[in-house]
């Protein structure tokens, strides 16, 4: 499919998209932009081509983006200064990654962008889940709310070229020049796959030492500046289709407050749990499909009903990632909540006893 023609929007897309935007959402409040690393795959899964997806979610993330920035930033979760800086910096990223789709979309068309897309994916979902993951369950050995600075930030801390700068939020002192390469990785992935949070809230984490909250907290404002500019480069291409993305932000909109709540009531290994394990899920969802997206460019022979199976399978496997990351982000807060309200209510027999005595 080329980005001048027309997809056609069937009853069942009606409903899937704002249900995925929706659980999109809850993620990408509950763990930063990196939640969008469903939606790409999940409209690649219902038939939208690769690049198309892409471009669709890059329009769709910028709006989300800012008001999840806007909700966390009120619960001190965001460094808007650090997200300003890697945000500039990814500009040129994006740049760079809009046209490497745009040159493997006229050379191999729509098949060779979904196999380009599916590739990466896997890729960086299985490197960043399993180095996610392995944190996750050392952070939550040391049942600590925030840890510290790690060995590798701390060393990045010490490199004093010139000019250094001053994240507080973030309690992190880099340099200028640390923070550039990051923000540009994070803009190439972005306009990669529509998610620049597989570098941008690691990165953050691992290397300029911010904690999980405030990582996923400013990887939103980075992603609302990557957003503004990826969406202005592929709509000038015509890849950028307003139906997907306005279905999407419908129910995201929604999604992302409730996900952003929800980082009130959890522990931040649990941020990094949910990350890695919906990471890992979405990833065997993305390999199934590969071997249908060779089919179609003639490198690998298929019957029609191995790739309709495969096909399937890609897009069950899909919704378990979806299902799981919402009943997860869901149950801690419903889990939460009941534990503020049976501490309020012991609060206010203690206060109630002297006050009879």
């Not at 994240?167 to 972005?190: E, H, Q």
Request: charge should be positive; proline fraction near 4%; charged fraction near 10%.
């Amino acid at each position: 499919m080329g980005p001048k023609e027309v997809l056609e929007l069937t009853p069942f897309m009606l409903i899937f998209l704002p249900t995925l935007g929706f659980l999109g959402g809850l993620l990408s409040g509950f763990i930063g932009s990196g939640g969008a690393f469903v939606l790409t795959p999940g409209m690649m899964s219902a038939g939208v081509p690769g690049a198309m997806a892409v471009a669709s979610n890059m329009c769709h993330k910028f709006p989300k983006a800012l008001i999840g920035a806007i909700k966390r930033g009120k619960l001190g979760h965001v460094d808007v200064l650090l997200g300003l800086v890697m945000g500039i910096s990814a500009t040129l990223g994006v740049q760079i990654g809009v046209q490497i789709q745009k040159w493997i979309n006229r050379i191999w068309g729509a098949a060779g962008s979904d196999l380009y897309v599916s590739a990466i994916f896997v890729v960086v979902l299985l490197v960043v889940g399993l180095i996610v993951l392995r944190d996750a369950r050392q952070s939550r050995k040391q049942q600590s709310l925030v840890a510290g600075p790690g060995e590798l930030a701390q060393k990045v801390q010490r490199f004093r070229l010139p000019p250094m700068m001053n994240f507080p939020v973030a309690k992190s002192r880099v340099s200028f020049w640390v923070t550039v390469p990051l923000g540009f990785a994070t803009g190439l992935l972005a306009a990669t796959i529509a998610v620049g949070g597989f570098i941008g809230v690691p990165a953050m984490m691992y290397i300029l030492g911010a904690s999980g909250f405030v990582a996923s907290g400013t990887e939103l404002v980075i992603a609302f500046v990557m957003g503004l500019v990826g969406t202005l480069s592929w709509a000038y291409s015509g890849f950028v289709d307003l139906r997907l993305a306005l279905l999407i932000l419908f129910g995201s909109l929604f999604g992302v407050q409730l996900g952003a709540i929800g980082t009130s009531y959890v522990k931040d290994y649990m941020i990094k749990l949910v990350m890695a394990l919906v990471m890992l899920i979405v990833m065997v969802s993305r390999l199934v499909s590969i071997p249908v997206y060779l089919g179609n460019l003639g490198k690998l022979t298929l019957n029609p009903t191995t790739a309709g199976l495969l096909k399937n399978l890609s897009f069950a496997i899909m919704c378990l990632a979806l299902v799981v990351s919402g009943a997860i982000i869901l149950g801690a807060i419903a889990k939460g909540r009941r534990a503020a309200r049976a501490e309020e209510e012991l609060r206010g027999i203690s206060v109630e006893v002297p006050q009879q005595l």
